[in-house]
């Protein structure tokens, strides 16, 4: 009787753990193959502290000061307002048939052809000009 108590204890417990199991899922960890999101900053910093490669063309970027920077944000902002101010030349409300605007060493020339609108660009310190033509809107 010993024997079968032990061949039945042993089958229970056999039985008993297999109840317990279950399905193994994969769970990709890297947000770029269905992850979680939240792993992305940390896996970018571990990829970027064992990163032994520097670009070569980041050696040769400079820091630009705040005066500097200032600068190039109101040029940049002032080169915006005037091509605006070109565009509604060319095609707002009180669109004229050609025009001409000086900006420092650059000129913009443009005249309308008919269904055509042609853009000069030149450039009096190198000489060079670039010619754009543009469908007229409209016509």
């Known amino acids: 009787m010993c024997i079968r108590t032990l061949i039945l204890s042993i089958f229970g417990v056999f039985s008993a753990t297999s109840a317990f199991a279950g399905e193994l899922v994969y769970t990709p960890r890297n947000p770029s193959f269905g992850g979680n999101p939240f792993y992305s900053s940390h896996l970018l910093g571990i990829a970027g502290a064992i990163n032994k490669y520097e670009d070569p063309s980041s050696k040769s ?17 002032l080169l915006a307002r ?32 008919g269904a055509q609108t042609q853009v000069t660009i030149s450039d009096s310190t190198t000489g060079g000009s670039t010619l754009i033509e543009i469908p007229t809107p409209g016509l």
């Open 61 to 77: 970027v400079t820091t630009r000061s705040s005066a500097q920077e200032f600068e190039r944000i109101i040029q940049s902002s």
């Open 82 to 113: 005037i091509s605006s101010e070109i565009a509604n030349q060319i095609y707002g409300e009180n669109a004229t048939e050609q025009g001409r605007f000086v900006i420092g060493e650059t000129t913009v020339d443009f005249t309308r052809n």
